[in-house]
């Protein structure tokens, strides 16, 4: 099984924090692959707190792992997105995103962030923070 990585569950890794590098060399690098979207957000932070170690660890998650396009993902969106709206239960544009392309490959999100991504049907869910 493959695992998409959620921005928060990268920075962790940063960090050293919470086991998340040793549980990616346990799992191996090619079966964890991140959303062009989760590092779209990578960028995000690294422009807003122009810190230069940043953009080496955008260059690392490059380098290490395969990055996903939403592309192929965005009919599974449309509908989980108006599934959700249609249920009144609103999600953040971006998380639905990641979220549709982990369903749309099958494959695990792993993410702190449970709150958003529990809403959506079917999803595989772990924690790994």
């Known amino acids: 099984m493959k695992y998409l990585l959620d921005t928060n569950v990268l920075i962790s890794m940063f960090k050293n924090q919470h086991g998340v590098r040793e549980k990616i060399l346990e799992i191996g690098f090619g079966n964890c692959v991140v959303s062009e979207l989760t590092l779209a957000e990578l960028y995000v932070g690294m422009y807003k707190g ?12 490059k380098n290490h792992f395969l990055i996903l396009s939403v592309g192929p993902s965005v009919e599974t969106y449309g509908c989980i997105r108006a599934e959700l709206e249609l249920k009144g239960q609103k999600i953040d544009t971006m998380d639905c995103l990641i979220g549709s392309t982990a369903l749309f490959y099958n494959l695990i999100i792993v993410t702190h962030n449970r709150k958003h991504f529990e809403r959506i049907p079917n999803i595989k869910l772990e924690d790994w923070c």
């Not at 122009?50 to 998650?61: A, L, N, S, T």
């Open 50 to 61: 122009g810190d230069e170690r940043q953009r080496k660890e955008i260059e690392f998650v």
